[in-house]
Nanobody
Framework: QVQLRDSGGGPVQAGGSLRLSCAAS????????MSWFRQAPGKEREAVAS????????AYADSVKGRFTISQDNAKNTVYLQMISLNPGDTAMYYC?????????????????WGHGTQVTVSS
């Protein structure tokens, strides 16, 4: 059974940093793409960052460009999201997602697997 275990969230003050991790297990193949989404209370889930696993090509939402960095460690089947210069607008539940097929990276419906989420709370 495929599992995505996302972790690393927590409370942080504005201007601080966090690193989220997403450890994949139970999948014998290779995911085409792995991404991070977030959802704040009362808002829709939004795509934050993505990595095309074969070539390591990354993509980011405009709101996090220059502050967030997605990376992968293939040996550990883990994807990371390094977040710096956090602000209260980044407060949300962050979800790791993976897919085996194509589609636009921001399309949540194109992802086959999801983590349970890790909460990030940024205080001012």
């Amino acid at each position: 059974q495929v599992q995505l275990r996302d972790s690393g969230g927590g409370p942080v003050q504005a201007g601080g940093s966090l690193r989220l991790s997403c450890a994949a297990s139970g999948y014998t193949g290779s995911f085409v793409r792995m991404s991070w989404f977030r959802q704040a209370p009362g808002k829709e889930r939004e795509a934050v960052a993505s990595i095309y696993t074969a070539g390591g090509i990354t993509a980011y939402a405009d709101s996090v460009k220059g502050r967030f960095t997605i990376s992968q460690d293939n040996a550990k089947n883990t994807v990371y999201l390094q977040m710096i210069s956090l602000n209260p607008g980044d407060t949300a539940m962050y979800y790791c997602a993976a897919r085996t097929g194509g589609g636009t990276w921001i399309d949540a419906g194109s992802y086959n697997y999801w983590g349970h989420g890790t909460q990030v709370t940024v205080s001012s």
